[in-house]
C-alpha cells in the first residue's frame, strides 16, 4: 500500500487568517488523491491518503495526481510558510513534520516541495525526471539530532516530465483536420460493435452532432437520435433484426445528408474516415455503397480509409473510396518488435493499452473517458495515455484510440494474470450497461462474456435467449447447438431444460400449427438435473409459460391456467428476473369469457413489463391490453395502448408487432367511426407492405388490402374488388358487405351463400378460429385474429357477419310472409344466444342489422321501438365506457352504427 503524506506548516494559524486558501489546498488534494483511487484520512496536522498498487495503470495514475497537487501548491506557495507532501510507504508523521522545519541556519522553505521515496522514484522514472539530492527513506534518520531533518542528501525532489518522441506519422483525424481545417471528420471505427454495420451510428459522436445541428431541421436531429439510441443498444448483435437493418440504412442516408448540410454551411469540405475495413463485412459496404450511391453532392465529402485493410476488404468498398492513408505504426520499430521486454515499457501502460484494446471491441472511443471512470479509475488516465502510446507507435492506423493487434500476445504476455483482472473490469462493465438497459441483451453477449473470461448469470442466459427468439434472430443459438458451443455458454447442467425452452418459444413465436405442435410433441424435460438438484426457478417457469401459450392455442383453457399458475408460484422469489406470466393468465380468464379478471391481469402484466423493463414483453402486453380494452369497449383506452404498443415496438425492432399495432389502431379508428383515418393508416401499412423494405407475410397484405376496402366501403367509395385483389377471408366478407351497402342485394345474397358454403374445417383453416390461437406471434389470418378469437367460441366472426349479411339482404328483397318470419326468428334467436353482454365489439352492428331487417320488411311499430329502445341503451352503455368525451361523442355521432341507431331513437321519442 502506497501513502501519502501532506503537511502544511503553521497550519493552524493560516487556518484563522486563510481559512479559505487552506480549504481550496486541501479539498484539491483530497480530490486528485480520490480520483487516483486514494482513501484519504484528515489528521490534526497531517493530511493522508492511501493508494492500492493493484489498481489498473497505478503509477501513470500516480504521475497524474502528482501533476495535479504540483500545480495546486505552485500556485498557493507564496502564501504559505512552507509544506510538505511525501509519497511512499510506512511514512511517519514525525518525519514529515521534521522535513518542513527548517534549521537555523537554512533558508525558512528548506523543506518544503514533493519527495518521494527511492521505491516511489524508481516506478516513476519512466515518466518523471528527479532534481539532485538523496530520496526520502522509508522511515526517518534514528540515529539524527531529532530536532533535524533527515540526511538532505537523501531526498530529491520532483520536478520534471519525461519527454516522448512524437515523430510519428499523423493520424487520419489529424490528417484530414490539416486540409479541412475546422470541419469535424465523420469516423467508422469498424470492430467495435458485434455487426460490422451498427459502426455506422458510432460515426454520430457528441462532436458531430452539434456541427450539423445548426443546419438540419429540429425534426431531423431527433430523428438521428431516436435512431441512434435503438442502434446503439442493439450493438452487441452479431444478426440483425430486418427492421434494424433497415433503420440502419436510413440512419446513414440521414446522417450523410445531414453532415453534406453542415459542410456546405461552412463552404468546406468533410471527411468521412473508414477504420479497420479488414473488419467491416460486405453487408456493410454495399448498405454504405447504395446510400452513397443515392446522395447527389458527392464532391461535398473524402471518404478515406485508414488502418488496416486488405485488397479484398478495398474491393467491397468499389470506387467510394478516395485514399488510402497508410497506417501510422508502419514504420514503427515497435511493429517490427513485438516482443518486448517487460523494462522497455512500464506494466501500466500496458495495462491501459490492453483495457483500450478490450474496450474497443465493443465501445466507440468517444465513451472512454466515462469508461474508464465506470472502471473506478482517473478520468484524466485516458487522454493521458493516449499521448503516451501515440509516441511509443502503440496506435493502429489513423484513428487516435485502436491499440495495435499485433502488440495483444505482447501486452498479454507481459502483463500475465493482470490481464485477467481488465477483462473482468470490461465485463463487469457491459454487464452494468445491459442492466441498465443502455445495451440490449442477446445470445451473443453469452459468447462476449465468455471471451472475457465468464459465464452469464442463469437469469441474462434466459434473457439472451428469449431477446434473440422474440426478435427473429436465432442463427447464433442454431449454430452454437449444431457446434456444441451451446454447452460451455448455458452450462452442460442447462442443456436439456433450454434447448426445449429454445425450441418451443421459436415455434411459439415464429412457427406454423404444425411446428408448434411437433415441437410440443417432445416430453418436458424432468426438472431436476443430473446432480439431483433442481434448475434454476426461471427456467421451470419459462418451460410452464410456453406450455400455457401452447394450450390456449389449442383451446384447454384448463391445462393454460394450470401452466400458469405453476409459472407464477415459481416466480415468487425471482424478483425482477420473473418470467412475464400475467398477460397469458389474463388470455386465459378471457378465454373463460372472463373480462373483467382479464382486464385486471393484463394491468398487472403491464405494471410488471414496465417496472422490470422486460422490453420485448412490453409490446406484447400493450397490445394484447389495448385489444381487451377495445373489447370491452374503451375505445380511447385501447387506442393509446395501441400507440404505446407500436412506439415500443418500434423502439426495439420488433417489426412484426410494430406493424400489428399500427394494423389494431386503424381498426380502433374504424370503430369509433374515423374511417378517413382508418384508410390513410391502412394505406400506410399497405405502402411499407409493397416496399418490400421488412419481410411480411402474404396473409398480412391480404388482410390489409381487405380492410383498405372496407375503409373505401364506409366513405362512400366503392372501388371494383379487382382493384385490390382481395382474397382472404376478410376480403371474401367485405365483398359481401360493399354488396349489401351498394343496394346489390342479390349478389350479397349470393356471396355469403357462398362463404358460409365453405366445410367448417376448411373455413377454419382460412380463417383465424379454432384451428389455432397465436398469442406470441402477430397473427395475420384476418383482422378479427387474436384477442376476438380467444373471446368467443364456436362459429367464427367472419361466419357470423356473413349469416347476417345474408339475413339482411334477405329481408331487404322483400320476401314472403314466410320467409320474413323464419329470418326475423332466427335474428331474434341469434341476439338472445350469441350476444355477449357488453364484451362483443360487433353488437352495435348486430342491433344495425337487426333495426334493418326489422325496418324492410317493414315489422310492427311495437317490435322496432322495443328493438331500438334495446339497441339505443346498449349503445349508450357501450359508449360510456370510452372514458375520452371527444371519441365518444364521435363513436356515437360518426359510426355507421352509432349514427343509424342514434337517428332511430330520435324518431321513435327515446332521446
Known sequence: ?????????????????????????????????????????TGRKVLTASFDENRMGFWLDMVIFLERVAKALEEASLELYGYVLALGRDIPEASIVKLCRPPPERGARRGTGIWCSQEVCRALGYYVVFGSGGTLCPRPSQTGDEGEPPDSERYRELQEWRTFDEKKKPPARDYSAKIFTDTPVL??????????????ADAYTPQIRPFIAGAVSKDTIEELDMAHSLLFRERLRQELPVYVMERTKRFIRSLLTAYIAAVRAKSARGTIVMEALHLADAAAAKNF????????????????????????????????????????????????KVELSREIIPREILEVSYNILILGQYFPDYLFPQLFEEQGLNREMYSRSLTMLRSLGMLAGGHSTSVMPALTFRDEKALGARKEKIRTAVRNIILAWVEAGRLRPCFNLLNVLVELGGRATDDLILRAIRAD????????????????????????WNVPVLTYIYKTLRALAA????????AFGEPVPSMTRKDTKSWYEAYQAQAQINLAAFYIGTRSSAAASEAVRKAMFLNRDLGKNA???????????????RIDDAQEYISFALEQAETMEQNEELALTCYFASSISFLHGNLSRAQRLAMKAEE????????????????????????IGRYSDALEIFESLHDTITAGVIPCPPLMSATVRAWIYRAKVFIGRFPPPGDLALTGNDGKLFEIEAAYFAADYERAKTLAERFLSLPDEKAQELYSGKDF????????RSGFAQCEDILFSGKTQGARIAWIYRAMAHCALHPSREAKAGILGSMQRFMRDELLPDTDPNDAFYFYAWYCMLHDTDAEHIDTNMVVSMAYKRLQRRAGKIDDMKTRRTFLTLSRWGNTLNLAAREYKLV
Open 187 to 200: 469516423n467508422v471505427r469498424f470492430g467495435a460493435a458485434g455487426c460490422a454495420l451498427l459502426c455506422f
Open 1 to 41: 500500500m502506497v501513502q501519502m503524506a501532506f503537511y502544511i506548516r503553521f497550519k493552524s494559524q493560516l487556518r484563522r487568517t486563510r481559512p479559505e486558501l487552506i480549504a481550496a489546498l486541501e479539498g484539491e488534494v483530497v480530490r486528485a488523491a480520490s480520483a487516483a483511487g486514494g482513501s484519504t484520512e
Open 469 to 492: 427468439v422474440l426478435n427473429g434472430t436465432p442463427e447464433g443459438i442454431e449454430k452454437s447447438i449444431r457446434k456444441e458451443r451451446f454447452v460451455s455458454l448455458v452450462g452442460d
Open 289 to 336: 455503397r447504395e446510400v452513397y450511391a443515392s446522395l447527389g453532392e458527392k464532391k461535398k465529402f473524402l471518404v478515406l480509409a485508414a488502418g488496416n485493410s486488405t485488397a479484398k476488404s478495398l474491393k467491397n468498398w468499389g470506387g467510394v473510396l478516395n485514399q488510402t492513408i497508410i497506417n501510422a505504426y508502419d514504420n514503427s520499430p515497435l511493429s517490427k
Open 773 to 780: 390461437l397465436f398469442t406470441e406471434q402477430p397473427d395475420w
Open 648 to 671: 415500443t415496438a418500434v423502439a426495439f425492432g420488433q417489426a412484426g408487432w410494430a406493424m400489428r399495432a399500427t394494423f389494431l389502431r386503424g381498426k380502433i379508428c374504424f370503430e
Open 579 to 593: 418470467v412475464p406470466a400475467n398477460r397469458l393468465f389474463s388470455l386465459v380468464h378471457l378465454s373463460q369469457q
Open 511 to 518: 412457427g406454423e400449427k404444425d411446428d408448434i405442435q411437433e
